[in-house]
């Protein structure tokens, strides 16, 4: 009883500490579900874009800073219709918003680069 008592007073100190700690630094285990992997990496790349996808930003005057910061970044991956095992270069399928969809875009991840080959407004 007494190991459990000493136990105790040292466990629940270094949960509090830690969970502050890691808090205030933002972590959080939201980043390990596939959709959250998906996009960071995707946002980490360099972003190409092919003639067709420069063409529909342009006609929905979408610029790359709403393109990256919103519907990239808020956006849902249709694992469904994706082809994520696909060799070199993975292909996906992102949504936006979540809920509702409004934008539909398709690209491929590869290893440096992410290739954004169209930009669909479905309504």
């Keep these: 009883m007494k190991k459990l008592k000493f136990y105790l007073i040292g466990l ?8 502050f700690i890691l808090n205030k630094k ?10 959250s992997r998906v996009i960071a990496e995707t946002l980490s790349k360099d ?8 063409t529909e930003m342009n006609t929905l005057k979408i ?12 956006g849902k991956v249709d694992f469904d219709r994706s082809h ?4 070199p270069c ?18 491929e991840k590869c290893e ?4 954004l080959n169209s930009l669909k407004k479905l309504k």
């Design 12 to 19: 629940v100190p270094g949960l509090l500490i830690v969970f």
């Design 26 to 35: 933002g972590a959080s285990c939201s980043g390990y579900l596939p959709n």
């Design 47 to 54: 972003f190409k874009y092919s003639d067709a996808f420069k």
């Design 63 to 74: 610029d790359e800073k709403f393109l990256k910061d919103s519907i990239i970044t808020k």
């Design 84 to 87: 994520a095992q696909k060799k």
């Design 90 to 107: 993975p292909d996906y399928l992102l949504t936006y918003p979540e809920n509702n969809p409004t934008y539909e875009i398709t690209f």
């Design 112 to 115: 440096e680069t992410v290739m």
